[in-house]
């Protein structure tokens, strides 16, 4: 048995991309997965894809932004009970903060932030009524802590989660719910194509970051390798960090 082996678990934005990747590699570990996405999405291939490789997963069509408790009902419903949840799901869109409309901006941070609280609050209360702690792992990133254009909703949103981790991990400590984040860099995922043009391809991406080694690790991250950072935050190896985010971004941020 894997070492999530027994835990049923929630990953918001699982149809494609990072989510995709946790809820692979949470099957892989052993872990029933309820992959929560948009009606409309892959959701349900995926979770026919993990069921077809053995695992226990389903899908619910679920929005962040309204349908937190629904879709922890459903995990409930469907798995019996909720051991994890990973809040994943988000949007990314160049926002200039002069020209954007309120409501344009909003968005982002209605969708990340928002949607983290909500889905954050339906699962704590299953997990504190359970009594048997509980891991919740934020997907947040590297633009939480740094600064760039066009960009103050999606920044401000991250770092706002990272804010929600410190402060609910302290929170709930006393359920021994662990709450912890993962923020990526640059990750190869349908998110880093923006306006039709996939940033990773550009000749400015691979002049900057690739030759001249701005990514240390001169490359974007594979889905896979931020879903390992998950997978240990959300497992019984991970029993004394609460509260912090590890960066997973090939150095990224420790240079200038
Ligand atoms: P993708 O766009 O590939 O996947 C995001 C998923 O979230 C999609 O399936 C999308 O559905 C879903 N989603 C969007 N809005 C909602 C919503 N309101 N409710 C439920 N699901 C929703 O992105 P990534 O996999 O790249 O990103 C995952 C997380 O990682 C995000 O939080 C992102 O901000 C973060 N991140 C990504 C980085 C990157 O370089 N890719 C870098 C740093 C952080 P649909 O396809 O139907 O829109």
Known sequence: MGELG???????????????AVAEVFVREGAAVMIADLAGSDGAATAATLCDMGGQAAYTAADVTQDAEAMVAATVKYFGRLDILVNNAGIFYNAD???????????????????????SRAA???????????????????????????????????????????????????????INGVAPGFVDTPM???????????????EIYVRRRRIPLARAAQ?????????????????????????VDGGLSVTF
């Open 124 to 178: 704590g209360r299953v997990m504190v009524a359970q009594g048997q702690g509980g891991r919740i792992v934020n997907v947040s990133s590297i633009n939480g802590f740094l600064g760039m254009g066009q960009s103050s909703h999606y920044n401000t949103a991250k770092g706002a989660v990272d804010q929600l981790t410190r402060c609910l991990a302290v929170e709930w400590a006393p359920h021994n719910i662990l």
């Open 6 to 20: 027994g835990k049923v678990a929630l990953v918001t934005g699982a149809a494609r991309g990072i989510g995709r």
């Open 97 to 119: 903060a002069l020209a954007t409309s309120f409501d344009d901006w909003l968005k982002a941070v209605d969708v990340i932030f928002y949607g983290a609280f909500h889905c």
């Open 223 to 247: 889905p896979t390798e931020i879903a390992e950072a998950v997978c240990f935050l959300a497992s019984p190896r991970c029993s004394y960090i609460t509260g912090h985010t590890i960066v």
């Open 192 to 206: 880093s194509i923006v306006d039709g043009v996939n940033e990773l391809e550009t000749p400015d991406f691979q």
